[in-house]
Nanobody
Framework: VQLQASGGGLVQPGGSLRLSCAAS????????MRWYRQTPGKQRELVAT???????TYAASVKGRFTISRDNAKDMVYLQMISLQPEDTAVYFC??????WGQGTLVTVSS
């Protein structure tokens, strides 16, 4: 199983980024997919979930600014992030069904 996250980088406050996660080795369409984030010294935080039936949920801190989506034809999950703030700086990880983790992609929000 491999989850390959990409799309992180440096962005100014108020900017946008789209993270992508390519999945392989799993039957993608039956898995609930999640994005987490983690900063040094803190626990990993659940940011967004999209279920196999396309139901989405978000952490209160990102609701209205982040959008999770999936493309079952491509085995991909995305996280569109807008109005980014310095407190969104973290390593973002994708997760499949609570069992499998990607390697993370760093998002830095700074002027």
């Amino acid at each position: 199983v491999q989850l390959q996250a990409s799309g992180g980088g440096l962005v100014q406050p108020g900017g946008s980024l789209r993270l992508s996660c390519a999945a392989s080795g799993i039957i993608f369409y039956i898995n609930d997919m999640r994005w987490y984030r983690q900063t040094p010294g803190k626990q990993r935080e659940l940011v967004a979930t999209i279920t196999s039936s396309f139901t989405t949920t978000y952490a209160a801190s990102v609701k209205g600014r982040f959008t999770i989506s999936r493309d079952n034809a491509k085995d991909m999950v995305y996280l569109q992030m807008i109005s980014l703030q310095p407190e969104d700086t973290a390593v973002y990880f994708c997760n499949a069904d609570y069992r499998y983790w990607g390697q993370g992609t760093l998002v830095t929000v700074s002027s």
